[in-house]
């Protein structure tokens, strides 16, 4: 059924619709991360590139740095993205 096997998202166009979001942390701290991009590897690994953030404010409060895709999706809750916050300077 081509419809089912369109349904279900690989889990690179779940990251594509991230890129641009912040999520908040799974343990529901004041803390998240800003989704940039992401590399996936031949073998299959796929590392995010994030920023730490501040979940109230939006702040950056770490420096861009990678996260694996796996790890990242049991440490942060994926279904609360939201369009990334924009702090004025």
């Excluded at 942390?25 to 992401?38: E, Q, S, T, V």
């Excluded at 796929?46 to 109230?56: A, C, R, S």
């Amino acid at each position: 059924n081509m419809s089912t096997k369109e349904e279900k998202k690989t889990r690179v166009q779940q990251l594509a619709d991230l890129v641009g979001k912040d999520i908040p942390n799974a343990d529901y701290g004041n803390y998240g991360l800003r989704i940039f991009g992401f590399h996936e590897y031949e073998d299959g690994d796929i590392d995010v590139i994030v920023q730490d953030i501040n979940w109230e404010t939006g702040d950056p409060i770490g420096p861009v740095s990678d996260i694996d895709a796996f790890k990242m999706s049991y440490r942060y809750d994926e279904y609360f993205a939201r369009d990334a916050l924009v702090t004025p300077e």
